[in-house]
């Protein structure tokens, strides 16, 4: 097969470019946001529409095939076209899906939740991560009656102005002026912001480790956050645990639970459904009288076909112990990337959890040669983009794995020759 | 039917009420937002979850029928369980719906909107309707290098803390401080702000006409959107058109054709999709670079079928003159409620367009009347809300129209007898 890879001619994306083009016309940046194609480099190494998805592949407009490690970048944790949720959704759907009244649905959803996730009294269901997190911070600053709230510097929490950098086109300072940054681990600064803004702090909002893209993720270091949550106490600041990337990736339970602390809210999105549009707040009954008193709703928050299709896919999940499965899978493909890497006389870093790692090239050529990496393995059938969590699923078979290493080897052979 | 009907028990709720004791438990307010029972009045009149819907009707937990004039709130403009839409999304989904790469049908979307929309150049897609507004502004900052929003008073353009009423939990008034409200239909307050604020204003935001809750609607004065766009120019201020309650409903071409205007930007949301979620911004040329400069994004903002359902549902819509029928109807229904109310000496009010009108009772009880009315009519099988627009759906039939009336005088001679 390796023969067969190296000497195939690489994909070609003659019908993705024409599209590209025309989508140009009439869409900005022809497609924006995360899935924006300028990221992925170097420019021609990768396609820009699939056309259909099936397990742990997807393949292209032009019929290349690809084992996928982005999975939608985070939602299809079982893999696309999961037979259990799909049926769930189609079945919930047949009956109604967005009606006029709320569906009984949303109860067992709710209840399902409240029994796995020990921080979890009540939930709110909306639709986008960054509702999730907005949701955390409104209700914080109900509870409280303050207005500040202290992020990680680089940490991401969904494109609401409040939350992106500062210099973003449209951004104005004024967005910016209650929120505080602090680094990554960095216990004195957390201390620091609370006591110059002691009074005023409604909220900490962080992931449970720190995974921003473009750089090495971080595990929080020892007693990390225990000392958070000392001082968050000391200063009755809300604890907020963003968990929308990462949510069921590590622990059922909340990802808060695999390091040992307990937030008073935790947002959760992407991998909920297996790709079926819902978010999920949940939180403590300290705050519930808080999250009842805020207004907060949207067109399809009450869409009762993701709620089938999050009950289903979280009672699979926990069924098959997903996160114990995909974080296997995972060292599988990254200890096996990092050793052929070696063999070719390159350091592989790898960091964060195995189930949603962050990888990057030792190389002089700083990312580039990372770029190239990605690039030549993307046009032989094994997507990866270079900037990102990759996200494994539990669709991911020992022959997804096979095919992947097969492919790695390939790329960097083609790479170093 | 009507001695039928007048003789009939009225509806009971027993299993909604239980399922709503069940959800207060898990659940802030049980069901929050706008779906929220408490706006719901008198107590006991409505039932809190559907079971299942289809066409212009659906069936509660307790298996009550309703003939329904909320159509989900909005979004179910073709009728619950429409097969052309449904079809469209299943047979998308089964290719591919949330997927690592964006779906070519994006493409033929934007493009189907940019052909059918005269003010719209490019289209950009979301979930939410407060998605889309947020877009808008933002896009406006980014284009001006301003700061500053002009709305109507009470308008409503979702539930990010900046658009709701100052005062509600959680909000603080650093998130009005570059908001200006004005009345509705009032060109000297505009002139006023922006003559106050010169040289700080990105944007102004407006529904094409008046239809707050809780008051009657309003249509723009003689002369107000040219006089209002006169103003804009003069200031070059970008103008937003929030169409995501009446698009579709009015004129597919954007409500503010109707209206005889022309906005630089449209929201659209609700009934784009026959109820799947997506909403969409749209806007002209001009604003095509500042929509590529910022960035925003979310988890399922690329998911191919409710693309592919919106696509089936506007052409489906142009199909029908979705329109002109649902305004029809609307008249038929509204007109026929008016001679109810009359030959009961009573006055009802019916304002806004006859697709999404509102609807009060004249009483000197003021809106408890009207409450109780409405809920005289919802507990025999037609469902209205007292405080908000009500919507017409394509799938309302002649004889839903007259199963409408006859409750509706039942319910009159009930209260009234």
Redesign the interface.
Known sequence: MTNELINATAYSYTKSEA?FA??S?????G?????NPVTQKPAGTY???????SGAR?W??DGNE?V?Y???????ILG??NSIV?EAF?KQ????????????V??DL??YM?NMIPAA????FA?????AT?LAV?????ATGR?KTIAIGDGYH????WM?AKG?????E?DH??VIRIPWNDVPALEAALDEHSGNIAAFISSPYHHPAFADNEMPADGFWDNVHKLLKRHDVVSICDD?RAGFRIDMRGSNEYFGYTPDLICY??AIAN???I?ALVGSDSL?D??????????????AG?MAAALACLKELNRIDAPALIMSTGKKVFDGMVDIAKTHGHELIVTGMPSMPYMRTVHEDGIAFHQALCGECTRRGL?LTSHHNLFVSAAHTDEDVQRTLDIFEDAFKALTS
Chains 1, 2 share one sequence.
């Open positions: 599209l025309r989508a016309k009439v869409i900005p940046n497609i924006y946001g995360h899935f396609p820009h529409y699939s056309e259909r998805a997807f292209d407009v690809y996928d982005m999975c939608a970048y985070g939602p299809m696309y076209g799909d189609q759907v047949a009956l109604a899906d967005t009606c006029t009244l709320a569906s009984p949303m109860i709710a209840e409240v009294d009540w939930a709110y639709k986008n991560g960054a509702d907005n409104l209700i914080a600053r109900a207005k969904g494109s609401s102005p992106l973003r086109a449209g951004v104005i004024d002026a209650n929308v999105c992407k790709g079926y549009p978010s519930k808080a999250a009842s008193a805020i207004f907060q709703t949207g067109s399809f928050w009450f869409s993701p997507f």
